[in-house]
């Protein structure tokens, strides 16, 4: 028989429910790190389980603590077409995560324009992702899109942001 895992970030990773339940239930802490600096919260987002994510926000998870390189749960569900449902939850939990900046300066917009997702950067963007963020190099999101359907997804957002900071003025 499988030894049981022992963290609640493990046991997140692994999709096991009842492990997740019984760790919560006995006081296991919900902001745990990992060596890696992730929560049970980031690797329910990167393993795509969905119902751990959610017992996890329920039991007080923060959507909007980072790994050591600066990521978020968000970051790391933004990474496959898989993961929209845990997506959606995350924005849900912590709208203000879709502007976060990792390490690189990348946004969760960029992780999903890198991995040609345009559906996932179509989402964000409708959450209030901001298609003009740099990164570190200060490269410009649009700057980075792969193909010309993204590209346009990216800069069809951008100008409608512009011409609602013009009439603002």
Known sequence: MAKPPVTLVDAAFAGNREGVRRLLADGADVHAQDAWGRTALHSAAMANHLEIVD???????????????????????????????????????????VNHQNGLGHTPLHVAVDHKWATGAARLLAHGADPTKQDLNGKSIIEAAPNAKIRALLEGRASSKNMTSTKAR
């Open 55 to 97: 017992m996890l926000l329920a039991a007080g998870a923060r959507a909007d603590v980072p790994d050591k390189v600066g990521d978020l749960p968000l970051h790391l569900a933004a990474r496959h077409p898989i993961r929209m449902p845990v997506v959606e939850k995350l924005v849900e939990a912590a709208p203000s995560t």
